[in-house]
């Protein structure tokens, strides 16, 4: 039932009850006055005089049937206060349970949102920490031994990166069998040598050759054991394939 309802009943139920209470007042002033009336003849005034003035005398019966008039219509008059004061406080209970009902629905979405931002803030935090360590390593340059297992793999690095075939095995396989390992090996014999362009380094490489398949981001130098091998290495892919593909004197 709405405030408007109920306010409106109120509003009727207290005018019920004022003429009720009048109405009570008035019966029983009735009431009273009749129960006084005096019933002896002898009593009686003038005729004409007593038929304008005299009150109507009730019988036993007629006055407790008045008085149980007045006492139903009190109690309906109770009963109804009773039943407006009820109304009102269940209009009270529904706004206030109502109320607490919208304040609930208000915390929940509140809390809702607060926990959908923590995760997203959580999930973005995350993303940024790996990205983060993701370009530290990036940047991060590997340090290679200086010896021929270290020379091989940071060769192996940079052809990786510029798409040139060759695995450590057939670096190792064709250095060792042209150099031995020496990045500072020189063929004086040979007939590239008699046209003064000797074979030099780690995989005896003339420098004609060694130009023009130099691997840019390494020095520009013939004994450099790293130079030497992807130059070499770019060379054998261009001719044959690979370097793994390389098992004699190219």
Do not use: C
């Not at 405030?3 to 029983?28: M, P």
């Not at 109770?78 to 209009?91: G, R, S, T």
């Not at 209970?93 to 997203?120: D, G, R, T």
């Amino acid at each position: 039932m709405s405030v408007s309802r109920i306010s409106s009943r109120n509003r009727r139920l207290n005018k019920a009850q004022k003429l009720s209470v009048a109405g009570v007042s008035t019966l029983a002033a009735a009431a009273v006055a009749l129960t006084l009336a005096p019933n002896d003849a002898s009593a009686a005034p003038e005729p004409k005089a007593a038929a304008a003035t005299a009150p109507v005398a009730f019988t036993g019966g007629q006055t407790k049937a008045l008085q149980a008039s007045l006492i139903e219509q009190h109690s309906t008059a109770a009963q109804l206060v009773k039943a407006a004061d009820a109304a009102k406080a269940d209009a009270a209970a529904e706004k206030k349970k109502a109320a607490a009902k919208a304040e609930a629905k208000a915390k929940a979405v509140a809390e809702a949102k607060s926990k959908a931002a923590a995760k997203k803030k959580a999930k973005a935090d995350a993303k940024k920490r790996a990205a983060k360590k993701a370009s530290r390593a990036a940047d991060r340059k590997p340090v290679y031994k200086n010896n021929l297992d270290g020379w091989i793999r940071e060769a192996l690095s940079i052809m990786h990166k510029k798409h040139i075939p060759g695995t450590y095995e057939g670096l190792h396989r064709n250095i060792m069998r042209e150099s031995s390992g020496n990045p500072r090996a020189i063929n004086n014999w040979d007939i590239n040598a008699i046209n003064g362009i000797p074979s030099k380094g780690l995989l005896q490489v003339i420098k004609p050759t060694f130009d023009f398949y130099h691997v840019k981001g390494t020095k520009h130098d013939q004994y450099d054991p790293v130079a030497n091998i992807t130059a070499a290495a770019n060379y054998a892919a261009d001719k044959y394939g690979s370097i793994d593909n390389v098992d004699s004197a190219y």
